[in-house]
């Protein structure tokens, strides 16, 4: 949901509702608004398609000039309204609580001070509201001049920024890593689901894939700053982060995740004394439950220590997954496929232009000689990426393509559960 | 591997042999169900050695030890020693299976488990008065060796410190920004070194085939940086060699191509090939390509397939030769270099890959020679005659390495080259 760094010149969500509160002031009268911290949920029920289900649940209201809704750039949602609408206002809100009903946030909101859904009284609260926005909108302000101040020479910065943000320099990294050091990454964490499909074409989960958004990383630590533009720095940084992900998943309170998972971890720290620390705590059982992902390029510049650690961890009962993989790749690795459980292909729109049936049938043949129950293809982001994974022989898919399907499903799930309610409480 | 935080008060040298024989000592009045395995990771290969290896390798114990009259003693040769009392077999098999799992690649673990050419693991009944005696005479005999390695390793240690070379600091972020900086205006081209690849064809003398051209690393770092190990951190040094092609480029343009001197090879990061500079040095040796051969690291390849791909294409359609390096015997274990479709393919040798045991490796070595045709393979690093002759044997014709340099003046001093 966070804007990106191309519209920072448009005017923020913050600044616009303060302008609105403002121009407001003498016709507050018959006015409500109700303030949604959707900050506060977990950070698995705060993906993007989560934020768009909750804003999209208002737009009826939008469109019959009800109300205007503000989406602010920690992902609460500010709505205001003409009192008559209070009603479907309320119907709204109960929509989205029922959305989030299994999150922490929503169960504890009794004994917390905080609470996730606010209402307020235009009339009666406008003072307060307005101090509230007005505070938001001077953190964004010193957030944004906090980055402009940093920078000497704008016209190299944004040439740079038009070319895919600055570059990483050691410097930077240099802060990124220091940082990293002490920010609690929890809210950085992303999940992605590794699926196949069912006689219907609805994804079913076979495991997700915990990961530290990098984007979201470099927006909140260095905001502007490509960190992935040098390869050889940026799997620098992927050390300090295999670090914090450790110390994350280890803090079994810290992220309540249901289901198999998998996260992205070096070689190199496989076999070192913080993953040792990391294993001693987590019992037998839950080692079952991880796949621990390599990078190709990473095993192949520490062979014989990935050959040790690969059979160490699985002997411990964790399945390892090779990842960046692409059609090239898999050839060359062959049938034994370094000896791994899974195998992670990524979806190029490429192979649709490259060759086609040809690039294929060759993918086919490789699918099937690792076995098909093992290769994922990756980064799917289209209809045709599915399409041509299934021609290839593929079963299970990831990507932003597949997060869609997955919500648009859960939004059929709700509707009927919905229905199914509503259908009950008329038979009584 | 000396346990000094568990045993505080003993010295250094003193270590688990120490406390072993005073084990023993003890143990020898009531010997009825005690017995020992002798764990000799001292005799993996040096790349399956290193300290944190031996540790994990070391916690499978942990649950004998936690559960049974066990005690593990950490040699300080890396062997592992397990005492124990009535500790059934089977769970103790199972802890050394695991063990021996790890270390699956290496020619130790090899050997049949529980044969008598095993070398792996020996077992000693000390209820039995000759196993008694030959396990007693064993720890003696590493207890007296401990002190001295432990000599050796300080000698080692300090001879480290006073000869510079590549010891140091790590090379980290907070130092990397200032290294950058120093490469970028250093004077490189006096030390740029160079190394013959010769061909031995059968029943026929030696030729140099091409010579590598590169920047010492020990005298860079003593000119840039000489409190920083440069290559303690692989992935800052890439960033660092990106830096140093570009600088490199300059000075092998000037190089005079015009002679009828031997082809010189480069090494090269794949992103220079498509950078401003190497468009630079191509208009500038345009009509020698033909003598030119660039090296990339396989590290460097897997980063981006596709993109070697297109610079390999780019660089034969003009009319360089690319060669492959980084490769071991391990790798081609792994994976076929083959698909890559280079001129040339680079395996570094190394003494470890000699020997009977790992005839299997040297079979992929050989089938790789027989299966590339055009391809030329090279054995990297050669550093003995018998690393030669082993190449030879498999088929291949190309060597570089110390041996090879010392071959190559000898040529040169009696006028064969």
Request: proline content about 3%.
């Given at each position: 949901m966070a804007p990106g760094v191309d519209n920072k010149h448009l005017p923020s969500q913050e600044n616009l509702l303060l302008d609105y509160l403002r121009r407001l002031e003498d016709k507050r009268a018959g006015r409500r608004a109700v303030y949604i911290m959707l900050s506060g949920l977990k950070p698995f029920n705060r993906r993007e398609q989560h934020i768009r289900a909750a804003s999209s649940s208002f737009e009826?209201?939008?469109?019959?000039?009800?109300?205007?809704?503000?989406?602010?750039?920690?992902?609460?949602?500010?709505?205001?309204?003409?009192?008559?609408?209070?009603?479907?206002?309320?119907?709204?809100?109960?929509?989205?609580?029922?959305?989030?009903?299994?999150?922490?946030?929503?169960?504890?909101?009794?004994?917390?001070?905080?609470?996730?859904v606010t209402w307020?009284?235009?009339?009666?609260?406008?003072?307060?509201l307005l101090l509230?926005?007005?505070?938001?909108?001077?953190?964004?302000?010193?957030?944004?001049?906090?980055?402009?101040?940093?920078?000497?020479?704008?016209?190299?910065?944004?040439?740079?920024?038009?070319?895919?943000?600055?570059?990483?320099?050691?410097?930077?990294?240099?802060?990124?890593?220091?940082?990293l050091g002490s920010a609690d990454l929890s809210n950085l964490v992303r999940r992605q689901f590794v699926c196949s499909f069912d006689s219907k074409h609805r994804p079913e989960p076979f495991f997700s894939e915990l990961f530290i958004s990098i984007a979201d990383l470099r927006e909140t630590v260095i905001p502007g700053v490509n960190v992935t533009s040098n390869q050889w720095l940026f799997q620098h940084l992927t050390k300090t982060l295999d670090r914090r992900m450790l110390a994350m998943l280890g803090k079994t309170d810290h992220i309540t995740i249901s289901g198999d998972i998998s996260f992205n971890l070096n070689v190199e720290t496989l076999v070192s004394d913080e993953f040792l620390a990391f294993d001693d705590n987590i019992t037998a059982g839950r080692r079952g439950t991880m796949i621990i992902e390599l990078q190709m390029m990473d095993i192949f510049a520490n062979l014989s220590a990935f050959v040790f650690a690969r059979k160490f961890v699985q002997d411990k009962g964790y399945r390892v997954c090779i990842d960046g993989l692409n059609r090239h790749t898999i050839e060359m690795i062959g049938r034994k496929s370094?000896?791994?459980?899974?195998?992670?292909?990524?979806?190029?729109?490429?192979?649709?232009?490259?060759?086609?049936?040809?690039v294929r049938s060759k993918l086919r043949r490789s699918i099937e000689k690792v076995g098909k129950h093992k290769t994922i293809l990756c980064r799917v982001d289209s209809r045709e990426a599915v399409n041509f994974g299934r021609a290839a022989g593929a079963m299970l898919f990831q990507g932003r393509y597949i997060e869609s399907l997955i919500a648009e499903d859960n939004r059929r799930k709700e509707l009927l559960r919905l229905r199914r309610r509503i259908e009950r409480s008329r038979s009584f | 591997m000396v346990n000094i935080a568990t045993h505080p008060n003993r010295s250094v040298f003193a270590g688990d042999e120490g406390l072993l024989k005073e084990h023993l000592e003890r143990l020898e009045g009531n010997r009825a169900g005690a017995f020992a395995v002798h764990i000799r990771l001292s005799e993996l290969r040096s790349s399956n050695r290193k300290p944190h290896f031996i540790r994990i390798a070391s916690r499978s114990f942990e649950s004998l030890e936690n559960n049974y009259d066990a005690i593990l003693f950490k040699m300080i040769n890396q062997d592992l020693i397990l005492s124990c009392r009535d500790v059934p077999i089977n769970n103790l098999d199972e802890a050394i299976h695991k063990v021996r799992a790890l270390f699956s690649q290496d020619p130790l673990a090899v050997g049949e488990e529980g044969s008598f050419d095993d070398r792996f693991a020996s077992w000693y009944d000390l209820a039995w008065e000759e196993d008694f005696n030959n396990f007693k005479k064993v720890v003696t005999d590493m207890e007296v060796k401990a002190g001295r390695v432990a000599k050796e390793a300080e000698k080692a240690r300090k001879a480290a410190k006073a000869n510079k070379s590549m010891a140091g600091e790590p090379l980290d972020l907070g130092n990397l920004a200032k290294i950058n900086h120093s490469l970028q205006n250093a004077r490189v081209a006096d030390l740029v070194c160079q190394q013959p690849v010769i061909c031995i064809g059968a029943g026929k003398g030696g030729a140099v085939a091409f010579r590598e051209y590169f920047v010492s690393m020990s005298d860079l770092q003593r000119r840039i940086a000489p409190d920083v190990n440069l290559l303690s951190s692989p992935w800052l040094f890439h960033y660092l060699a990106e830096i140093l092609d570009k600088r490199m480029l300059v000075v092998v343009a000037r190089h005079d191509f015009s002679e009828p001197a031997d082809s010189i090879s480069l090494n090269l990061n794949i992103s220079t090939v498509r950078s401003r500079e190497f468009q630079h040095f191509h208009r500038s040796i345009k009509d020698h390509v033909g003598k030119l051969i660039v090296e990339f690291q396989l590290t460097d390849v897997f980063v981006d397939v596709d993109a070697y791909y297109f610079a390999r294409d780019m660089l034969q359609k003009q009319g360089y030769r690319v060669l492959i390096d980084g490769l071991t015997p391990l790798t081609i274990q792994f994976f076929d270099p083959g698909i890559l479709e280079a001129d040339f393919v680079k395996i570094n040798w190394s003494p470890e890959f000699s020997g009977e045991e790992v005839q299997e490796r040297m079979m992929g070595i050989q089938a790789m020679v027989r299966s590339s045709k055009q391809r030329k393979v090279i054995l990297g690093r050669v550093d003995s005659e018998s690393a030669i002759k082993s190449g030879l044997a498999m088929g291949v014709q190309h060597f570089q390495g110390y041996f090879v340099d010392t071959l190559t003046q000898a040529m040169v001093s009696k006028g064969i080259v």
């Open positions: 009826s209201l939008i469109q019959s000039r009800h109300g205007q809704l503000f989406c602010l750039k920690n992902s609460d949602l500010f709505f205001a309204f003409k009192a008559e609408a209070t009603p479907h206002a309320e119907a709204v809100v109960r929509k989205i609580r029922f959305l989030f009903s299994d999150d922490p946030f929503l169960e504890e909101e009794n004994t917390d001070k905080r609470r996730f307020h009284d235009m009339e009666k609260d406008y003072d307060a509230k926005v007005q505070d938001a909108v001077e953190a964004e302000h010193k957030r944004a001049t906090d980055v402009h101040s940093s920078r000497q020479d704008a016209r190299t910065t944004l040439k740079a920024r038009q070319e895919q943000g600055e570059p990483l320099t050691p410097d930077i990294l240099w802060r990124v890593e220091k940082a370094l000896e791994a459980d899974i195998l992670k292909i990524a979806w190029n729109s490429e192979l649709l232009n490259s060759g086609g049936e040809v | -």
